[in-house]
């Protein structure tokens, strides 16, 4: 079992800048694959943003790409989703997710993921 805390949303101006973290515990992320999620209010989950085991590879929403970053820190055992260049469009409540499948590198299907954070809530005002 591993457990995921977000951290740092809140609510930041069109065109500002927010940096997520997502603290495991009870197990290391190196046995994971990490990926971050958005759900805006009627709207169904959505895939923004993943990294493999070693941080070498990475992938995002198409509509995110440029502006969003993901990294991991083994020793801090955290992941973390910084943005800029906020949209109202990014408005959403912002989940980080593990997966422990040795068979898959990353994944951008939310049902390849086994553990789920509280998530936490961005808000983006025009």
């Known amino acids: 079992q591993v457990q995921l805390v977000e951290s740092g949303g809140g609510l930041v101006q069109a065109g500002g800048s927010l940096r997520l973290s997502c603290a495991a515990s009870g197990r290391t992320i190196s046995s994971f694959f990490m990926g971050w999620f958005r759900q805006a209010p009627g709207k169904e989950r959505e895939f923004v943003a993943t990294i493999n085991r070693s941080g070498a590879n990475t992938y995002f929403k198409d509509s995110v790409k440029g502006r969003f970053t993901i990294s991991r820190d083994s020793g801090k055992n955290t992941v973390y989703l910084e943005m800029y260049s906020l949209k109202p469009e990014d408005t959403a409540v912002y989940y980080c997710?593990?997966?422990?499948?040795?068979?898959?590198?990353?994944?951008?299907?939310?049902?390849?993921?086994?553990?789920w954070g509280q998530g936490t809530q961005v808000t983006v005002s025009s």
């Open positions: 997710a593990a997966g422990e499948r040795w068979n898959l590198g990353v994944s951008m299907t939310a049902s390849a993921y086994d553990y």
